[in-house]
C-alpha cells in the first residue's frame, strides 16, 4: 500500500474534468480517491480512480470523515458544484454546513470555498491547485481554431474581457457574452453554458470571454471550458470564445476544435488589455 503522501483525494463535481485530472494524477503515481456528491458524478469517472467515495450533498461532516479514514493528506478540486444545488427543494444540511453558512458574510463562490478550504487545511490538508498537473492544458495566446476573429469582434473581446474582469471582482462571474460592444449576458449562479445560452436567445453572433477572476485562489474554481463549451456556443449560434491565456483550463482541446472549425466558431486566448 501506498504512504498517506502518495494518496491524492479527487474533491470532484460534475463534469468531465475529474476524469482528466484523476488520469493525469494516476499517470503522475498517486493513489486517487474520489470524493464527490451522489447522483452528481460521470458515472465513468469509476474506470480513472482507485476508489470513489460519495457523500450526500450539503453534508460537509460525511467529506471530513471521509478524508480521515481514507488518510488522505493532499487534496485537489475539480469539476462544477452547482450552485444551484443549493436551492433544491429536497436539499438538506447536516449540522455543520450550517454552522458554517451562519458563518458567512454572504453566499458568493469565494466566500463559500475559502471556509471549506480553511477547514481542510486545519485538519493538516494540503491543498493542490488542479493546474500544477495539467499545466499544458492551459489556453494559449492567440487563435487556436481555424476560423480567426474578425477586427470587430476583437474589439468586442477587449470590451468584453474588461468587463469580465469587473464582475470577476465582484465575485459574481468569470463568464461574459458581448455584441458590438453590448452586454447581451453575465454569468451568475447558472454558470458559462447557461449564460451562453442566455446571449443566444438574444442574438446571434455572441462573442463570449471567459477569464480568471482578479485574487482568485488557484486551489479552486480555476476557469474551464470544454466540449460542453462549444455545444453551448453551437446552440446559441455564438460566434467567438475568448478566454485569458494561460489561465483558463482547456480540456477535451482536439474535441473542442474539430467542432469549433467544424461550426466556423472562433476560438482564441487573450492576455490582458
Known sequence: MKSPEQRLGLLAGAGRFPIYLATVAKAQGYKVIVVGPKGRLEPDIDNCADKVLTYQFGHTREVLKILKEEEIKKVVMAGKVDKRWLYEPDI???????????????????????????????????????????????????????????????????????????????????????????????????????????????????????????????KFDVPVVGKSTIQSMIQANAAVLAVEAGSCLVVEREEMQRLADQNNIALYGIKNV
Open 92 to 218: 438538506s444540511f447536516d449540522d455543520l454546513t450550517k454552522e458554517i453558512f451562519s458563518r458567512l458574510s454572504d453566499r458568493k463562490d469565494d466566500t463559500i470555498m475559502n471556509q471549506i478550504v480553511k477547514i481542510l487545511e486545519e485538519m493538516g490538508i494540503e491543498i493542490l491547485p488542479s493546474i500544477e498537473f495539467i499545466r499544458d492544458w492551459l489556453a494559449p495566446q492567440g487563435s487556436f481554431s481555424a476560423a480567426k476573429p474578425s477586427p470587430s469582434q476583437k474589439k468586442d473581446i477587449e470590451f468584453g474581457f474588461k468587463i469580465a474582469k469587473e464582475i470577476g471582482r465582484l465575485d459574481i462571474g468569470q463568464t461574459i457574452a458581448v455584441l458590438n460592444r453590448a452586454v447581451l449576458a453575465v454569468e451568475a449562479i447558472d454558470g458559462t453554458d447557461l449564460t451562453i445560452i442566455r446571449a443566444g436567445q438574444i442574438s446571434p453572433g455572441a462573442v463570449v470571454v471567459k477569464i480568471l477572476k482578479p485574487g482568485q485562489s488557484l
